[in-house]
């Protein structure tokens, strides 16, 4: 079975930074794509950046430029480092893990609130 646990959300001030972390366990797809994504209530969950196992990644165009996503040394961890943030990227941030075959997450983390503001 296969879980994913996120942390490193808060409250931030505008302009500051946050770096979130999602560890998957369980069984794992040989080559996959673990993203994050994030979602304000009444809104779709919308992608942030996703990175695949070889290292290619994807940024939503709100994301380039301030956030940075990264696989850890075991890559079953991915980062997400967001610098520069702005009261419109609070929301609830979810790490996303899929086999790259597929097109959207299989399976979810709980998710981890972000808020930013003075």
């Known amino acids: 079975q296969v879980q994913l646990a996120e942390s490193g959300g808060g409250l931030v001030q505008p302009g500051g930074s946050l770096r979130l972390s999602c560890t998957v366990s369980?069984?794992?797809?040989?080559?996959?794509?673990m993203g994050w994504y994030r979602q304000v209530p009444g809104d779709q969950r919308e992608l942030v950046a996703t990175i695949t196992t070889s290292g290619t990644t994807n940024y939503a165009d709100s994301a380039k430029g301030r956030f940075t996503i990264s696989r850890g040394y075991v890559k079953s961890t991915v980062y997400l480092q967001m610098n520069s943030l702005k009261p419109e990227d609070t929301a609830v941030y979810y790490c996303g893990y899929y086999s790259i075959t597929a097109s959207s997450p299989t399976y979810w983390g709980p998710g981890t609130q972000v808020t930013v503001a003075s």
């Open positions: 369980g069984s794992f797809f040989s080559i996959n794509v």
